[in-house]
């Protein structure tokens, strides 16, 4: 069952989201070559419990960590560490969850680590605006597959892949709520978008093939040809006349 947010849930999720975003932010610029993921971690947790709130990822399934990080070829849920260590022309996704009082922000973002070459700029690129090229869809009286078809057109005509194995999610006071968000698919089909939704948007974007790959961690899920991947997402909830973005700080052009 997908929830409609009363408007007391909207603005304690609105607030999710901007520790979130604050976190984002310092994790952005605490990214350089040198740093070990676990640093990265520590950073993002700070900011969420200085903000009274929690890491949404925590404990979750008995992920150990506050933030996932997934360098290069790592798709999604990289596990924090101290073994693992930027280095210049590396590309770094960062998903980060809040919660606060009881309800839940959710945002990814991919950063280059100093320069990064062409491929690697573009796919991040075309990441990012696949998630916009979704949100255009993200209306009242939409179906929510016209989000997901809208993702996987822009991803394929940029000759990149969606990766099928994971999906967007409704959100609230739990992480993931229905309805699951695919980033693939016809348009026209699934429940109807009405105000009061909150969703999870978040394209998962392969240099490479589709295919992904768990890795005995049981976490760390990689593309299985080692192809480079790039994961950007942002919570939103549905107005009458179109969304609003849940995970941005005010005055930014994205994200952070
Ligand atoms: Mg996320
Ligand atoms: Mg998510």
């Avoid at 990214?31 to 009274?52: H, M, R």
């Avoid at 978008?193 to 490479?208: D, R, T």
Wanted: negative net charge; contains cysteine; aromatic residues 6%.
């Amino acid at each position: 069952m997908i929830t409609i947010k009363s408007e007391r849930e909207i603005s304690l999720m609105k607030q999710a989201g901007f520790i979130v975003a604050l976190a984002h932010k310092a994790v952005k610029e605490a990214i350089k070559p040198g740093v070990s993921t676990l640093y990265l971690d520590q950073v993002a947790e700070k900011v969420i419990k200085e903000n009274n709130a929690t890491p949404s990822f925590k404990g979750y399934g008995g992920f150990p960590g506050s933030i996932c990080a997934s360098i290069n070829n790592v798709v999604v849920h990289g596990i924090p560490s101290e073994k693992k260590i930027l280095k210049e022309g590396d590309i770094i996704a960062i998903d980060i969850g809040a919660c606060y009082q009881g309800y839940h922000g959710d945002s990814a973002m991919t950063h280059a680590v100093g320069k990064i070459n062409e491929n690697r700029q573009r796919l991040l690129e075309v990441t990012q605006a696949a998630l916009y090229e979704g949100l255009k869809f993200a209306q009242p009286n939409n179906h929510l597959s016209d989000v997901s078809h809208a993702i996987e057109k822009y991803v394929l005509e940029n000759k990149f892949n969606v990766v099928k194995e994971f999906t967007g999610h409704g959100i609230g006071k739990a992480l993931h709520e229905d309805p699951y968000i695919p980033n693939f698919g016809e348009a026209g089909h699934g429940p109807v978008l009405k105000e009061g939704m909150a969703l999870a948007i978040e394209p998962m974007v392969n240099a490479g093939g589709s295919r992904v790959k768990i890795l005995q961690d049981n976490w760390t899920t990689v593309t299985l040809d080692r192809s480079d991947s790039a994961h950007f997402e942002h919570t939103v909830v549905i107005t009458k006349t179109g969304h609003i973005i849940l995970t941005k700080l005010e005055g930014s052009e994205f994200g952070v």
